[in-house]
Nanobody, 119 residues
Framework: QVQLVESGGGLVQAGGSLRLSCAASGRTSSISYMGWFRQAPGKAREFVATMDVSGGSIVYADSVKGRFTISRDNARNTVYLQMNSLRPEDTAVYYC????????????WGQGTQVTVSS
């Protein structure tokens, strides 16, 4: 089993920056992809970014391209989400997730961290 713990959320003004961290523990050798998702109040969860932890292949949602950056530190089993030029519409609970290569769905999820962007 894999455990994921997010941190780094908080309250920031529009235009500001935050960096989220996701620390993985347990069977980390089973992780092939790690991703970030978010869910705003009253809305469905949506994809933000994902990366292949071995090769670094990265995909971003159109809504965050050019503003958010996903990165990894394999030695620390940690994935980061650097969020710049934040907008009020980025306000949501941000979740970290992981999956092995042979599954298309993310099977392990963190507890989430709140990001609030004030206008």
């Amino acid at each position: 089993q894999v455990q994921l713990v997010e941190s780094g959320g908080g309250l920031v003004q529009a235009g500001g920056s935050l960096r989220l961290s996701c620390a993985a523990s347990g069977r980390t050798s089973s992780i092939s992809y790690m991703g970030w998702f978010r869910q705003a109040p009253g809305k469905a969860r949506e994809f933000v970014a994902t990366m292949d932890v071995s090769g670094g292949s990265i995909v971003y949602a159109d809504s965050v391209k050019g503003r958010f950056t996903i990165s990894r530190d394999n030695a620390r089993n940690t994935v980061y989400l650097q969020m710049n030029s934040l907008r009020p519409e980025d306000t949501a609970v941000y979740y970290c997730a992981s999956r092995p290569a042979f599954l298309r769905e993310y099977t392990n999820w963190g507890q989430g961290t709140q990001v609030t962007v004030s206008s």
